[in-house]
């Protein structure tokens, strides 16, 4: 199974400002197609995950543009910048590039 | 719009059988390239991906559990169902269904399951 290691386990962060989170993965993701199906998800408090960016740095429909992904092979990191209230919560790193599909344990997210 | 709804038993004790139903709309399992998604979570811990079915009836497991899970569709009806046998506690976790359009894209509030005797 592909491991999905993401660091840090949390942050806080001010309003306004800009956090990084990082996602490697134990093989590299890129499918035999060519694509590497990397994606981060943001589970709110009390709610379903949410997908956010798909395919590294694709952002799925409605997601602002704050939110972005890069990256390749095994590493790849997620950038909130002018963080908001409402981005409070855990984000999880996704692949599916192989099966299993596989999870990083999540980062936790806070406002200071 | 695409919707997910899961339903499920709520509780049911160890060595039972666990059927999940996923209702959908805003999108058909008929669709070329289409495909829906079952991943748990339990209670304050992270996600674990179970199973797929896609538009063609092939179906992907997850081989910790494969001996256990049965995956299915009725596309006339826009469902999908996950059924796991010999339940324990270990099963308890809130229970999703997922569209998958190269990847799970949109989520179904989930349903909670409790195993417990």
């Known amino acids: 199974d592909v491991v999905m290691t993401q660091t840090p386990v949390s942050l806080s962060v001010s309003l306004g400002g800009q956090v990084s989170i990082s996602c490697r993965s134990s093989?590299?993701?890129?499918?035999?197609?060519?694509?590497?199906?990397l994606s981060w998800y943001l589970q709110k408090p009390g709610q379903s995950p949410q997908l956010l960016i798909y395919?590294?740095?694709n952002r799925f429909s409605g997601i602002s543009d704050r939110f972005s992904g890069s990256g390749s092979g095994t590493d790849f990191t997620l950038k909130i910048s002018r963080v908001e209230p409402d981005d409070l919560g855990v984000y999880y790193c996704?692949?599916?590039?192989?099966?299993?599909?596989?999870f990083g344990s999540g980062t936790k997210l806070e406002i200071k | 719009q695409v919707t997910l709804k899961e339903s499920g038993p709520g509780i049911l004790q160890p060595s039972q059988t666990l059927s999940l139903t996923c209702t959908f709309s805003?999108?058909?399992?008929?669709?070329?390239?289409?495909?829906v998604g079952w991943i748990r979570q339990p209670s304050g811990k992270g996600l674990e991906w179970l199973a797929n079915?896609?538009?063609?009836?092939?179906?992907y497991y997850n081989p910790s559990l494969k001996n256990r899970l049965t995956i299915s569709k009725d596309t006339s009806n826009n469902q999908a169902f996950l059924k796991i046998t010999n339940v324990d506690t270990a099963d308890t976790a809130t229970y999703y269904c997922?569209?998958?359009?190269?990847?799970?894209?949109?989520w179904g509030q989930g349903v909670m399951v409790t195993v417990s005797s």
């Open positions: 997922a569209r998958i359009d190269l990847v799970p894209d949109y």
């Open positions: 805003g999108f058909s399992l008929s669709t070329y390239g289409m495909g």
């Open positions: 079915i896609w538009w063609d009836d092939d179906k």
């Open positions: 093989q590299s993701l890129v499918h035999n197609n060519g694509n590497t199906y």
């Open positions: 395919k590294v740095s």
């Open positions: 996704g692949q599916g590039t192989q099966y299993p599909l596989t």
